[in-house]
């Protein structure tokens, strides 16, 4: 924590604390091992299994070992939300057991549940049977084949894969999360997105507890093709350069009014600051521009009653060269600029989950630790003395435009 | 009377005062089977007019369903080419809809006045398009094998960039702010039948926290294709027994056996009071509430005590600050399915208690049929112009009573009606509701 800093100028009243943290990723199924992973200078990239991916040639950071939950899914539904599910349903657990919230703890209208969640896609085994039953001996399709009678192969259950709220509303019936909520996607803003909604819906009594989080892509075929022609992951390199990568995750926090957690005797783990959105596409039309990431970065500065000089961490969201240059505009005129960590280097893109993992990540992280030098922008060792994270921002953007920024106060905040 | 009025005012000047910042409606737009604008829409719906027809768009032969609620291309077509351009191949017949009705909306609202565009942003209720018959063969060939060709499918003219991007859903909400120069927030709400109105209420949240001053909010659809119809055939959603396309959708009678799909768009702009007056800004209505809620029961089934929307109108009618015998209509979602017409009218009686039956409740869905992440936003659209008009909106085709739908549904004819304070109910697959509190303007 930086000295001589200004106690944050929001009231009291609209404070909101952080008494939960979960999340699951390709370094590990909970926090603790996600944090040991990190803080070893881990990367969870690695070959992509469960279906073949020789035609993509790139890694990814996939979530392997997930813990099973037991639900009243029927079994094909629960195959329609895919991984989705149990990124969500992984994560939500580890926070509520971590802010000792039982069923009884809140009444189901007062638990709130807000949620980024990444790209969900029909699954090709679920549509393909139609066109088989429809080919012609020359192995083409016959259209009328197709519509008079082809087409009842297909898996009819099949455009729930595609509503991305289906994992979100199982996780509220499994968790009796009955309260405000709100599904978000599908990219790291909108984890931001969940985040700032979830905040609101406390300050403004709708809720007692809100869960908010993310969870990202399921690592499949359509998602690599999507982010290969998008151009977040490239083709299969001839260099040694480490190249971007996807990466599967769900994160969430559990929030509360300062004062309900404290009532409650419940641990604070840390609060929320402040929150900055902008959109604006870059000019190639990949990403968000520089611009509109600085503008949100600042927006939750001033938000937060906070200049450049109160963040001690910023977690970057991305593989971007905008993002940093953002970052960089932003801090780099002060004085004892803080510390910036690539995340996304060891657990890939993550999208919606991203900055809520990156969030749960840097409220994790013990007070001495010495950050890993391979995951610093630049690289170098933070010294194992002295360094304390006290604001901490995280970005959430999207390579349609979208940007969010949010600051969190870790328990090391003076 | 006199007296409720007074109360009715002290009520909201209480809310005005506990609320960060008062959000009016400056703008709205539509575009639906009925209408190619807000004025069209009403207008048709003022005379019980129905939207549904059978479907043109594509084969329907041997579909148990063969109808819909389609909105004609010509209606889109002048517009395409002004406004889309180089961005046209992103733009999904959603986005499109979209476009048309969210142009609409910032003219009423002269958005294009406001100079702070980094304070105006977009929420939208939308899932993307559906992949195309085409693009299931193509998927065949290069993915039919063991492996993916992902050079073969993603080469130039047999799967392209734009493929995918119709189908996800916050390139339709980028595209927005750009053709609208919103620089400000940007999200994109996937709740299903609740998006529209989710994306609305989510907006409300945006400028009473200060983070816009206004808000493009709204939701879009079109799932009159080939691949998105038959999905909904498949699991049996759709009406399928129906003597003309126009009596099919018959919310609330007791002959209703399914929903009719249909396409469509809705947008309003909404603005924080002080913004709107600063800039001398038409004022239509204001967004006094909003509230939501999951059923958290079983994702195929609404609850069946209607519990999620039981307090999905609760939370709206509190965060207005109202009490529920403040409230004077219901735009339902009475989707014409057994089900939600049935609990959703229970639902509204556990909210408005003894005075249910005396509350006029109707579905704009009897004539435009469920345009799904649109319904919402269109339907919050009709509601300002029936509180502005005097007018409630009908329920057509009711015909047949249903002993378990006994509630006043404003059956067949419009009627006329002072009426300030509606809440506009929308309930998402998966058991997600969401519910507006609109109030008539008052200073």
Known sequence: MKAGLKPPSYPPADRVAITGLGAVCSLGNSVPEIIQGFLSGNSGAGEITGFDAGGFGCPAAQVKNLPAFKTDVPPQLAITMGKHLSLLMASVDEALRGASIDPGTFSPGDRGFFAGMGMVDYHVEDLLPAVLKSLNRDGDIDYDKFFLQGYREIYPLWPLGMLNNVAFCQASIHFGLHGENGVFCPHGDAGVRAVFEAACVLKEGRAKMALAGGVSEEISPLGLARARIKGLIGPPSETSAPAPFLGEAGAMLVLEPFSTAVERGASILGQIAGFGFTCEKSEDGRFASRQAISSAIRAALSDAGLTPGGIDLVMLGSFDKNELEAVHEVFDADVSPPVIVATAGAVGETYAAGPVLNAAMALAIPGDAELPPNFLLPARSTGSAGFKIGRVLVNGISCEGGCGSMILEGANAG | MIGRLASLQEKLDLNAHTKSRRVVVTGYGMITPIGKDSGETFGNARNSVSGIDFISSFETEGLPCRIGGQVSDSWLGGFQAKRLQGIEKCSSRGLKLMIAATSEAAEMARLDSIENRAMIGVSLGYHGENPSVEDLVRLYRYAGGESWDINGLTRDGVYSFFNFFRRKPDVACSILSILFHCRGANFTVVSACAAGTQAIGEALGAIRAGKADVMIAGGCESNLNFMGFVGFVLIRALVEKYSSPDKASRPFDRKRNGFVMSEGAGTLVLESLEH????????????????????????????????????????????AGLSASDIEYINAH?????????????????????????????????????????GGAIEAGLTIMGMNGSIVLPTINYEFADPKCDLDYVPNQARQLEHGISLSNSFGFGGQNACLCLGKFRK
Not at chain 2, 343 to 357: D, F, Q, Y
Request: no cysteine; proline share 4%; aromatic share 4%.
């Open chain 2, 276 to 319: 709107a007056v600063a800039r001398n800004a038409p004022i239509f209505a204001e967004v006094l509430g909003y509230g939501s809620s999951a059923d958290a029961f079983r994702i195929t089934d609404m609850h069946p005590k209607g519990d999620g929307a039981v307090f999905a109108m609760q939370q709206a009618i509190a965060d």
């Open chain 2, 334 to 374: 009475g989707t014409s399915t057994i089900q939600n017409d049935q609990i959703e009218t229970l639902a509204i009686k556990r909210v408005l208690g003894e005075r249910a039956k005396q509350v006029p409740v109707s579905s704009n869905k009897s004539m435009t049929g469920h345009t799904i992440a649109a």
